[in-house]
């Protein structure tokens, strides 16, 4: 008698909403401003925002504000000033090679300078990366020095009432996204990318030493890789943050996920045992 066991997998059930868990690698830092792990003080201060990323632990600093309804319709939103407000990794990060960066926040009306969402290891001092969602209307990728780094036009957003999507990797060519569509890369300079070993990742600021670099305006979600995403998981990624905050009108038409959230498949094993005499 022949004895044959095969396993099948076949669906089971409606997919479920696709999320940044089902990453093959893991994001470094991944903060939503919905988490209900989120602890605020007397006056809604953020005193611990847990980091559901790969590194850990938990960000805290100068206690941004958390308000309800203030990304889309319903979303929450952490309100940084522009100043003293930015939190970082209770662990610290040692990052070298490529980031994804992707932030949903919403500009203050009227807001200008140079806001960064990003740093690591910036102190002016020694090396290290910023990401800067606004500075004389670019986006602006900085690693190593002050002036070097790499500039992708994103529009004039400082008085922007809408909440957008930032978006973009730094290696050897930088490429920002805004709200879902691509910028022109700009080919980077020398030090770009350099290796930051033992620095807490700051998020609404650029690093230590700077009070004059933070963001104005409400953030939703932040998540950085250390690594550059394929096309199909930076337009998934585009997707769930726009689709989670509410500001999935803002992809362009054509997105793939311009109608609806990513998905991924539910399924399961089932074996089968078949016999021949």
């Known amino acids: 008698m022949l004895l044959v066991l095969r396993s099948l997998v076949e669906p089971s059930g409606p997919a479920r909403l696709w999320t940044p868990a089902n990453l093959a ?3 470094v830092v991944w903060v939503e401003a919905a988490d209900p792990g989120i602890v605020v003080n007397g006056t ?3 005193t611990s925002w847990p980091n559901k990323g ?3 632990g938990t960000l805290s600093g100068s206690a941004p504000v958390l308000t309800t309804n203030a990304i889309g319709s319903s979303y929450p939103g952490a309100f940084f000033n522009a100043t003293t407000d930015k939190i970082n990794t209770s662990v610290n990060a040692t990052l070298s090679g490529d980031l994804y960066l992707i ?4 500009f203050k009306a009227g807001g200008s300078g140079t806001q960064a969402v990003f740093g690591h290891g910036w102190d002016n001092t020694t090396s290290g990366r910023v990401f800067y969602v ?4 670019n986006m602006v990728a900085f690693g190593s020095g002050y002036n070097q780094g790499t500039k992708t036009q ?4 400082g008085d922007s009432t809408a909440a957008h999507i930032y978006d973009g990797s730094v290696g050897t060519v930088s490429q920002a996204y805004l709200d879902g569509t691509s910028e022109v890369p700009s080919a980077s300079t020398t ?3 350099p290796t930051v070993s033992a620095k807490p990742i700051y998020i609404g600021g650029s690093g230590t030493a700077q009070n004059t670099e933070g963001l104005q305006g409400y953030l939703g979600i932040a998540l950085a890789l250390d690594y550059t995403p394929s096309a199909v998981d930076i337009a998934r990624l585009q997707g769930y943050v726009a689709w989670t905050t509410g500001t999935q009108a803002n992809l362009p038409a054509g997105h793939p996920y311009k109608s609806a959230a990513p998905t991924i498949s ?3 094993s089932r074996r089968v045992v078949m016999t021949m005499s």
């Open 191 to 193: 030090g770009i990318n």
């Open 154 to 157: 994103a529009g004039t957003t």
């Open 103 to 106: 932030s949903v926040l919403k």
């Open 25 to 27: 690698t893991a994001p």
């Open 44 to 46: 809604s201060g953020v």
């Open 134 to 137: 606004y500075t004389s209307g």
């Open 266 to 268: 539910a399924s399961r």
């Open 54 to 56: 790969s590194l850990g």
